[in-house]
């Protein structure tokens, strides 16, 4: 539905765009050059399965400072994006009517990617009244002996929540406790907003839990289109997502990776520059809320705020359609992000102030 407004919006040119999840920013040029310098040096060919083991090395040393992880090169395999990550880990563990549990509101991508590859999503609710904080303790009423994987996203899309340490801890042991593998997905590690806010990422936890942790440079280097993730496994299951890559992708783009290598690398002023953006953006629309009267839940983490449109007394898609014919704002609908999505719309912050203002005085409108 997010593609739907999407091919809606691009059919008018004055159309304010609130409802991709992408960063508005462009990949910072020292990237863009290191790739153009590597593919005139020959990377434009085939590489590893797994990914280039000179990337591989540097990512063993971003998740060691960034996310505390200890691992090894043989437990990194980089993918076309986290997306692809992901779908291979369901691939490889999932049997047909194995369960996954699922946040909702959630990344959308996963459900759908759960039942491509055999699985049934179960849905866990998170609700704005909790802080959108999963409850440990219905979780873990959820699981069955068809519970295969767990999946967690913090920094959340679309709710924009951070996870405290607490609450990460107590899911990822009772996950263990019943043979449960936690998912991991942190491709917003490095995009807090708030810097008394910790990010825990469960991978660095004891190492004998069974976690897997999903990461990409879409979000926090600007470069969704380049299609580099990467996944920090157990080397016996990064093994079998190396072998997966072969007959769905052979290998991730030489010259993206080449490119995340730089991103790695180089200067981290471009990267905590826009990260800088997102928060004095957040705290623009955060302000705007409260004075227009909305009620939405303060971002943590991410570049995304769920605003609550049920006083419009429509439902979140028919309000976003309403929204971009009458007012010309796009709009994530709230459906998207499954059950829990039923009273929401998603704006994201990748946007100018000018724009975010113009979006909510719109749906604040809209509401009435
Ligand atoms: C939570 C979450 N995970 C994964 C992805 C996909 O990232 P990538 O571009 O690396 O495939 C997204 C993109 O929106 C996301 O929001």
Known sequence: MIRVMFDAAEERSDVVRLEVGEPSFTTPSHIIEAAALAASEGSTRYGPNGG????RELLVEKVRTVNGIDSSIDQIVVTPGAMNGLYSLYLALLEPGDEVLIPTPGFPNMDEMVRLTGGVPVFYELHRADGYLPDPEKITSLMTDRTKVLFLNSPSNPTGVVFPPDVIEQIVVAAADRGVWVISDEVYDQLILDDDRV??????LDSALPVVS???FSKVYAMTGWRVGYVVAPTALADVLRKLQEPQVSCPSTISQKAAEAALTGPREPI???RTAYVERRDFAWRL???????????QGTFYMLVDGSRSGMSPLDFAMQLLERDGVSVAPGEVFGPG???VIRISLANDEENIGLGLKAV?????
């Open 52 to 55: 280039l083991a000179s990337l």
């Open 364 to 368: 604040a409108g809209a509401i009435g």
């Open 289 to 299: 809320v409260q004075d227009l009267g909305l009620e939405a839940f303060r971002t």
């Open 214 to 216: 999903v990461y990409s």
């Open 341 to 343: 999505g039923s009273e």
């Open 272 to 274: 905590e520059s826009m």
């Open 199 to 204: 990010h825990l990422s469960p991978g660095s």
